[in-house]
């Protein structure tokens, strides 16, 4: 990959920061005031990183680009419908893992003598910046339903999300089996030790979480409507945030442990195809078609 390439993105992550490291690679300059004063021809990058919401910028980008890169499947679908291209204009990459990996048994064993949890208790997992569009109400109402008595489910986030959320959570007299974390510091550590994510989310966007859950070897249930079911199987996808059934899956696998665990490594090899290595290795792939 030796021809120079010019590239555009709204939110810069470690493949583009890496790509940007090769000499042949330029960041591409947006049209300033003056280009447009001087009627300077408006130009667009050779490669477009979309990220966020396709609006009428990202959309002139997606169709004058010579490549779009999108972070799902969905979002693929979604350009072909809203832009004029044709299918091979768009290549899909999913988030990059930038993690390392730490051993579930001796997370746990940290973990639980710092909370102070009972080390044979399987720990549920609720993580996400925006608790309430991401279905943490749908959460606890699951944690509410569930008959099993050997786990302990922990809600992370920050402190202010927290802090509204204790009024809506006294009302669920979970005291006993769900902790409130505020502002967690090693995240990777509460995934790591976690058995079992449940994202019942109503965002459509792909959540990095769920892969950073699947490569911590953690079982994931996360809603249909979320791009992230593209890298789960049919019986962890949830019908809807509220769907019904996750009482009766989520018992399901905490109390058959053979069955948890080859949940855990199934989506442990799944999460390893997006490991920095092979995710730049693609990009290569597609940038030396260019």
């Given at each position: 990959?030796n021809?120079n390439?010019s590239i555009?993105?709204?939110s810069?992550?470690?493949l ?7 000499e ?6 947006k049209q300033?005031?003056l ?5 300077k021809?408006?130009?667009?990058p050779?490669i477009y990183?979309?990220?966020g919401?396709?609006d ?8 004058n ?5 999108a972070?799902s ?5 979604e350009?072909i419908?809203?832009?004029n ?8 990459i999913y988030?990059?893992i930038?993690s390392?990996?730490l051993?579930p ?11 102070n949890?009972?080390?044979k208790d399987k720990?549920?997992l609720?993580h996400a ?15 509410a339903?569930?008959?099993a008595?050997?786990?302990k ?8 999300q927290?802090?509204?959320?204790k009024?809506k959570f006294t009302k669920?007299?979970?005291?006993d ?6 502002d ?13 994510y449940i994202?019942?989310t ?5 959540s990095s ?10 079982a994931v249930f996360v809603s249909?409507?979320s791009a992230s079911r593209?890298?789960?199987d ?5 019908d809807?945030?509220?769907?019904r059934?996750?009482?009766f899956k989520?018992?399901?696998i905490?109390?058959n442990?053979?069955e948890?665990?080859n949940?855990?490594?199934t989506?442990k090899?799944t999460a390893?195809e ?12 597609i940038l030396?078609?260019?």
């Amino acid at each position: 990959m030796n021809k120079n390439l010019s590239i555009y993105f709204k939110s810069k992550n470690i493949l583009i920061d890496e790509l940007l490291k090769k000499e042949n690679i330029k960041l591409h300059k947006k049209q300033n005031i003056l280009d447009k004063l001087t009627f300077k021809s408006k130009t667009y990058p050779d490669i477009y990183f979309h990220s966020g919401v396709l609006d009428e910028e990202s959309i002139e980008l997606v169709e004058n680009s010579k490549k779009t890169i999108a972070n799902s499947y969905t979002m693929k679908q979604e350009m072909i419908k809203a832009c004029n291209i044709t299918n091979d204009k768009i290549e899909v990459i999913y988030p990059t893992i930038t993690s390392t990996y730490l051993k579930p048994k001796e997370s746990k064993e940290i973990l639980s003598q710092e909370l102070n949890l009972n080390k044979k208790d399987k720990i549920i997992l609720f993580h996400a910046k925006n608790l309430m569009k991401n279905g943490v109400i749908e959460f606890l109402n699951i944690i509410a339903t569930l008959s099993a008595n050997n786990f302990k489910a922990i809600i992370a986030g920050d402190s202010k999300q927290i802090y509204t959320l204790k009024f809506k959570f006294t009302k669920y007299n979970l005291d006993d089996k769900v902790m409130l974390l505020e502002d967690y510091k090693n995240m990777d550590l509460l995934y790591s030790a976690a058995d079992i994510y449940i994202l019942p989310t109503y965002i459509k966007a792909f959540s990095s979480n769920v892969i950073k859950a699947m490569f911590y070897k953690t079982a994931v249930f996360v809603s249909a409507n979320s791009a992230s079911r593209e890298v789960i199987d049919i019986f962890s996808t949830m019908d809807s945030p509220s769907d019904r059934s996750m009482q009766f899956k989520v018992e399901a696998i905490l109390s058959n442990k053979d069955e948890l665990k080859n949940i855990k490594k199934t989506n442990k090899e799944t999460a390893d195809e997006f490991l920095f290595d092979i995710q730049f290795k693609r990009l290569e792939e597609i940038l030396s078609d260019i």
